[in-house]
């Protein structure tokens, strides 16, 4: 057997095997042996048939099981042999196979790039943290009080201001056909005319009545016209939103009085926007490694990568009650295209400064993680065999890699000149909004839509006058003007990023990015310890 290796791009190569007539002959006779007993040939007993008939009819059968023999027996050593470690299966793409013959087959596959690592020692951030202030706290604890409110049945009351009442509608508007809406939980205003019109009314009982919408009326499709309502009240309640003293204190979480709940918020708070600043620092560090070391990733790695967005979104639409069968896979693949490109780079390049500062993950760390689960979840199963189910699910691999992970990047950090900038509420909201438009790629500055749509240049179109297309121009490959300078060669992508660090690489498959989260309202912990939810 002899190899050659052929490099079509830093991660994409390709081994040319010649294998020798004797073997080659050798598998051709092992695969008609094989097949002989299992085929039935009129004229002929099973087993009985001359080998020229056989290598005849099932030829195609024939030529593809020992080419796959050949693959499987030399790919892997032959790729080996000639300087190139293999990390997705071969994809044939020349063939030359003859019983007697010299067998010669070419196979494409992947490798790991080579990252050049730029200087990440010396990194200059901003940590950008929301100042937790007395109006934040108040909005926070609000939001605890408006949770805990209770919906009280209105025994024998009617429809009035405030109440909430549970209805079916049926309405038909002017000239539409006429549509049924059930369950409709209403918090009555007698304000709207809709809201007064059942005002008076009890439980399990009806009222057919007409409105009629301005002419002004922003919905342009019933702006003028009568609806024609029939409304059944099913249910009535009385909101009771609590008073904020001792007692609610006690039902939020066995706090002892009013003091101990507030003294709990603060420190959620604080906590919750420490681990914000902190993720949105991780986000601003990966993005400035990024940036400034650009490699090619394996395209099989970003396909893995695509295929768990896929499952991920399958799991979460079923959840929604919808079928997965309906969803457009291949758009749905391509919006995130970019994201994947992105949390493979980003998990090699994670994975080369791991390797270059030797940042291990002992195995006791994985059992105390694992433990911890454990006893967060109160699971009852033995440690090791519960460990056990773990690593055969390959869990304990995105375990160690999220533990490297968060070693590498307390590593920078060690390294990296940070100061913080502490946000007011407008601040961090105007953060929060310029992030969501950079995540959605909409231009989030005055030139960076760059012509395209929604753009402060979008009139404008590139090119030097003289080269500027007719309006009625239909370009084709006999086009004389410039298409590059027009914008028509490389038209701009949408980029949308992962904002979020992304686990460590391990050595059998980069990991994805993780989405961070905004910090929300916070819940009040149990005054009982547990361990923290990994």
């Given at each position: 057997m002899s190899a050659t290796l052929h490099h079509q791009s830093p991660t994409r190569k390709a081994v040319e095997v010649t294998v020798p007539a004797t073997e080659v002959s050798a598998i051709f006779s092992?695969?008609?042996?094989?097949?002989?007993?299992?085929?039935?040939?009129?004229?002929?007993?099973?087993?009985?048939?001359?080998?020229?008939?056989?290598?005849?009819?099932?030829?195609?059968?024939?030529?593809?099981?020992?080419?796959?023999?050949?693959?499987?027996?030399?790919?892997?050593?032959?790729?080996?042999?000639?300087?190139?470690?293999?990390?997705?299966?071969?994809?044939?793409?020349?063939?030359d196979l003859k019983e007697g013959a010299d067998a010669v087959f070419r196979a494409q596959f992947d490798v790991a790039p080579e990252v050049l690592l730029?200087?990440?020692?010396?990194?200059?951030l901003t940590k950008k943290k929301r100042i937790i202030d007395e109006a934040t706290f108040l909005e926070h604890l609000e939001g605890l009080r408006q949770r805990a409110t209770k919906f009280l049945p209105v025994e024998d009351g009617v429809v009035a201001q405030g109440l909430i009442a549970t209805c079916d509608i049926r309405v038909k508007p002017q000239g539409l056909k006429a549509q049924t809406y059930q369950d409709q939980v209403l918090e009555i205003d007698e304000k709207r005319p809709f809201d007064a019109q059942l005002a008076g009314l009890k439980v399990d009982e009806k009222k057919v009545f007409t409105l009629t919408h301005p002419a002004d009326d922003t919905n342009t499709v019933l702006a003028g016209k009568t609806l024609a309502y029939d409304v059944h009240v099913k249910d009535l309640r009385a909101k009771e939103v609590p008073v904020i003293d001792d007692e609610f204190a006690k039902d939020m979480g066995a706090y002892e009085n009013l003091e101990a709940l507030k003294t709990a918020v603060k420190q959620d708070l604080e906590e919750a926007t420490e681990r914000d600043a902190l993720a949105r620092l991780h986000t601003t560090m990966l993005d400035t490694l990024l940036d400034a070391a650009p490699f090619e990733v394996p395209r099989s790695m970003v396909s893995l990568q695509l295929d768990d967005y896929c499952q991920e979104f399958a799991q979460h639409v079923g959840r929604q009650g919808m079928d997965p069968k309906k969803v457009n896979w291949q758009a749905y693949r391509q919006y995130r295209q970019n994201d994947a490109e992105r949390a493979v780079r980003s998990g090699y390049l994670l994975q080369a400064i791991g390797n270059a500062e030797s940042i291990e993950v002992p195995e006791a760390d994985i059992d105390a993680e694992i433990r911890a689960y454990m006893t967060e979840n109160q699971i009852l199963q033995p440690f090791d065999a519960f460990k056990a189910d773990l690593d055969r699910r390959g869990n304990t691999t995105e375990i160690k890699g999220r533990l490297r992970t968060d070693r590498i990047f307390e590593h920078l950090l060690t390294t990296?000149?940070?100061?913080?900038?502490?946000?007011?509420?407008?601040?961090?909201?105007?953060?929060?909004?310029?992030?969501?438009?950079?995540?959605?790629?909409?231009?989030?500055?005055?030139?960076?839509?760059?012509?395209?749509?929604?753009?402060?240049?979008?009139?404008?179109?590139?090119?030097?006058?003289?080269?500027?297309?007719?309006?009625?121009?239909?370009?084709?490959?006999?086009?004389?003007?410039?298409?590059?300078?027009?914008?028509?060669?490389?038209p701009v992508k949408k980029v949308k990023k992962d904002a979020a660090k992304t686990e460590a690489a391990v050595e059998e498959k980069p990991k994805k990015a993780s989405r961070k989260e905004e910090p929300a309202e916070v819940k009040p912990k149990a005054k009982k310890a547990t361990a923290a939810k990994k």
């Open positions: 092992e695969v008609v042996a094989k097949i002989a007993p299992k085929v039935r040939i009129p004229g002929f007993r099973p087993g009985k048939a001359p080998r020229p008939v056989l290598m005849q009819k099932y030829a195609r059968e024939i030529q593809s099981d020992v080419a796959q023999q050949l693959v499987e027996k030399h790919f892997w050593k032959a790729a080996q042999e000639a300087g190139a470690l293999p990390i997705s299966h071969p994809t044939l793409e020349k063939l730029p200087d990440y020692r010396a990194m200059v990296a000149q940070v100061t913080e900038e502490r946000l007011d509420k407008a601040a961090f909201e105007a953060l929060v909004e310029l992030e969501r438009k950079r995540e959605a790629g909409l231009p989030v500055n005055r030139f960076d839509a760059g012509g395209l749509e929604g753009g402060d240049l979008e009139g404008q179109e590139g090119g030097e006058p003289a080269a500027v297309a007719p309006v009625d121009h239909v370009h084709g490959p006999g086009c004389d003007h410039d298409h590059e300078a027009e914008g028509e060669e490389k």
